[in-house]
C-alpha cells in the first residue's frame, strides 16, 4: 500500500513539472479508458498544463457525450510532449499504430489495473484491486489538488460505471462505491450518465444485438453459452463494430452461463470478448490467445475463420473451467 501510495506521489510530482502531457488510452476504447483519459486530461488542464487527448481509434458513441471528446486526436502531436500517460493499457501494443511513438516520448507513465500484460513504461501505478482506472485517477485528481467539478466527475463516473458492469461484477466494491459517491456529490448525474451510456442506441445496434440473442449456442454442457457476429450480421443491420458493445452482457444474463462468448468477425480475424460469472478465469483464456483483461471480463483478436477461433475458445474455456462440480 505505502509503495503504490509513493508511486502515485512520484507521478503527481512528474505532472507537477510537466508544462504539457500527452494522455492515451486503447485501441477499441471502452468507458473506462474514454473517461479515464478525459477526466485526466481536465484535471492536467485546470493545472495550467496543455494537454493532448490521444485515442487511436477516437471516440465511438456512446462516449462521445464525455466532456472534452471533441479534443481527442487519433494520433499524437508532430512535436512530442515530455510526458505521455497511458491508461487502462496491459501493455504498450494496447495503442496499437501509436505503441512505437509514445515510447519514445522521454517520461512514459502508465496506470492501469490488469493483472495480465506486458509491462512498460519508467514509471508504473498498476493496481489490480482497482475496479477501474477511473478510481485510481479519482485518488490521483485529489492528491495533485484539484477540486472534483462536474466534468471531471462525470469522466471518471463513467469509468467506474462500465468497468464495474453497471455495479454488477465482483469489482463492485465498498471501495469503488465509495469513490462512486464521492463522484456524485461533486456533480455526476447518475440518471443522466446512465441513460446516455445505456439507453442511446441506433435501431442498427438494437437489431444487431437481435441478431447476437437469436442465434446463441452452448458448449461444455451449457456451462459455455456463445454467440457470433459475421459481416453478414452487419451489412444487414447496418451496424457497425463499436455498435457490439453491451451485447457480451446480455449473453452472461442467461442462467446456466458460466461464461459468456461472443465472436466478430472482422477481415479475416475474429475479435472475441469473454465474461465470467466467477468460476473461471478468462483473463487467463484471453493471454493464451494474445489478449488480456481481467478474470471475469476479458478479450482477444485471433486468426479465423469463425468456426475455428469458437473451436478454440470453448476448449481453452472448458479447460479453464474444469470438470464439473
Ligand atoms: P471487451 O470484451 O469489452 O472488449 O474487453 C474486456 C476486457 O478485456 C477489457 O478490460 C479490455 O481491456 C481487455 N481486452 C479486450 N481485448 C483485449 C486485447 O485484445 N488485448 C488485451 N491485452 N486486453 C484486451
Ligand atoms: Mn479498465
Same mark, same amino acid.
Given at each position: 500500500?505505502?509503495?503504490?501510495?509513493?508511486?502515485?506521489?512520484?507521478?503527481?510530482?512528474?505532472?507537477?513539472?510537466?508544462?504539457?502531457?500527452?494522455?492515451?488510452?486503447?485501441?477499441?476504447?471502452?468507458?473506462?479508458?474514454?473517461?479515464?483519459?478525459?477526466?485526466?486530461?481536465?484535471?492536467?488542464?485546470?493545472?495550467?498544463?496543455?494537454?493532448?487527448?490521444?485515442?487511436?481509434?477516437?471516440?465511438?458513441?456512446?462516449?462521445?457525450?464525455?466532456?472534452?471528446?471533441?479534443?481527442?486526436?487519433?494520433?499524437?502531436?508532430?512535436?512530442?510532449?515530455?510526458?505521455?500517460?497511458?491508461?487502462?493499457?496491459?501493455?504498450?501494443?494496447?495503442?496499437?499504430?501509436?505503441?512505437?511513438?509514445?515510447?519514445?516520448?522521454?517520461?512514459?507513465?502508465?496506470?492501469?489495473?490488469?493483472?495480465?500484460?506486458?509491462?512498460?513504461?519508467?514509471?508504473?501505478?498498476?493496481?489490480?484491486?482497482?475496479?477501474?482506472?477511473?478510481?485510481?485517477?479519482?485518488?490521483?485528481?485529489?492528491?495533485?489538488?484539484?477540486?472534483?467539478?462536474?466534468?471531471?466527475?462525470?469522466?471518471?463516473?463513467?469509468?467506474?460505471?462500465? @468497468?464495474? #458492469?453497471?455495479?454488477?461484477?465482483?469489482?463492485?466494491?465498498?471501495?469503488? !462505491?465509495?469513490? *462512486? &459517491?464521492? $463522484?456524485?456529490? =461533486?456533480?455526476? @448525474?447518475? #440518471?443522466?450518465?446512465?441513460?446516455?451510456?445505456?439507453?442511446?442506441?441506433? !435501431?442498427?445496434? *438494437? &437489431?444487431? $444485438?437481435?441478431? =447476437?440473442?437469436?442465434?446463441?449456442?452452448?458448449?461444455?454442457?451449457?456451462?459455455?453459452?456463445?454467440?457470433? !457476429?459475421?459481416? *453478414?450480421?452487419?451489412?444487414?443491420?447496418?451496424?457497425?463494430?463499436?455498435?457490439?458493445?453491451?451485447?457480451?452482457?446480455?449473453?452472461?444474463?442467461?442462467?446456466?452461463?458460466?461464461?459468456?462468448?461472443?465472436?466478430?468477425?472482422?477481415?479475416?480475424?475474429?475479435?472475441?470478448?469473454?465474461?465470467?460469472?466467477?468460476?473461471?478465469?478468462?483473463?487467463?483464456?484471453?493471454?493464451?490467445?494474445?489478449?488480456?483483461?481481467?478474470?471475469?471480463?476479458?478479450?482477444?483478436?485471433?486468426?479465423?475463420?469463425?468456426?475455428?477461433?469458437?473451436?478454440?475458445?470453448?476448449?481453452?474455456?472448458?479447460?479453464?473451467?474444469?470438470?464439473?462440480?
Amino acid at each position: 500500500v505505502k509503495s503504490k501510495r509513493e508511486t502515485m506521489e512520484k507521478i503527481a510530482a512528474l505532472i507537477r513539472r510537466s508544462a504539457s502531457a500527452a494522455v492515451l488510452c486503447h485501441m477499441h476504447p471502452d468507458g473506462d479508458a474514454l473517461g479515464s483519459m478525459l477526466g485526466l486530461a481536465l484535471a492536467l488542464e485546470r493545472l495550467g498544463k496543455r494537454v493532448h487527448r490521444v485515442s487511436p481509434d477516437g471516440v465511438p458513441p456512446p462516449y462521445d457525450f464525455l466532456p472534452g471528446s471533441r479534443a481527442v486526436r487519433r494520433r499524437l502531436p508532430r512535436d512530442l510532449p515530455p510526458l505521455a500517460i497511458v491508461v487502462d493499457c496491459d501493455g504498450l501494443a494496447r495503442l496499437g499504430p501509436l505503441a512505437r511513438r509514445t515510447g519514445q516520448v522521454a517520461h512514459v507513465v502508465a496506470i492501469d489495473h490488469h493483472a495480465t500484460g506486458k509491462a512498460f513504461g519508467a514509471l508504473r501505478w498498476v493496481d489490480p484491486s482497482a475496479a477501474a482506472v477511473g478510481a485510481l485517477l479519482s485518488e490521483l485528481v485529489a492528491a495533485l489538488g484539484v477540486p472534483f467539478d462536474r466534468e471531471i466527475a462525470t469522466c471518471l463516473y463513467t469509468a467506474i460505471l462500465t @468497468d464495474t #458492469g453497471r455495479f454488477s461484477y465482483t469489482n463492485t466494491t465498498a471501495r469503488a !462505491l465509495r469513490i *462512486a &459517491a464521492r $463522484l456524485v456529490q =461533486a456533480g455526476a @448525474d447518475p #440518471g443522466a450518465i446512465y441513460q446516455q451510456v445505456y439507453e442511446t442506441k441506433s !435501431l442498427a445496434q *438494437a &437489431a444487431l $444485438l437481435g441478431a =447476437a440473442l437469436s442465434r446463441l449456442s452452448t458448449a461444455d454442457e451449457g456451462r459455455i453459452v456463445l454467440s457470433a !457476429l459475421t459481416r *453478414a450480421d452487419f451489412a444487414a443491420t447496418g451496424a457497425n463494430d463499436s455498435d457490439t458493445e453491451g451485447i457480451i452482457d446480455q449473453i452472461r444474463a442467461v442462467r446456466q452461463a458460466e461464461v459468456a462468448v461472443l465472436l466478430v468477425e472482422r477481415g479475416g480475424e475474429v475479435r472475441c470478448s469473454m465474461r465470467s460469472r466467477g468460476r473461471a478465469d478468462v483473463a487467463r483464456v484471453a493471454e493464451a490467445l494474445g489478449g488480456g483483461g481481467h478474470p471475469q471480463a476479458a478479450g482477444c483478436t485471433v486468426a479465423g475463420p469463425l468456426a475455428r477461433a469458437r473451436k478454440q475458445a470453448i476448449r481453452l474455456i472448458a479447460a479453464e473451467l474444469g470438470p464439473r462440480a
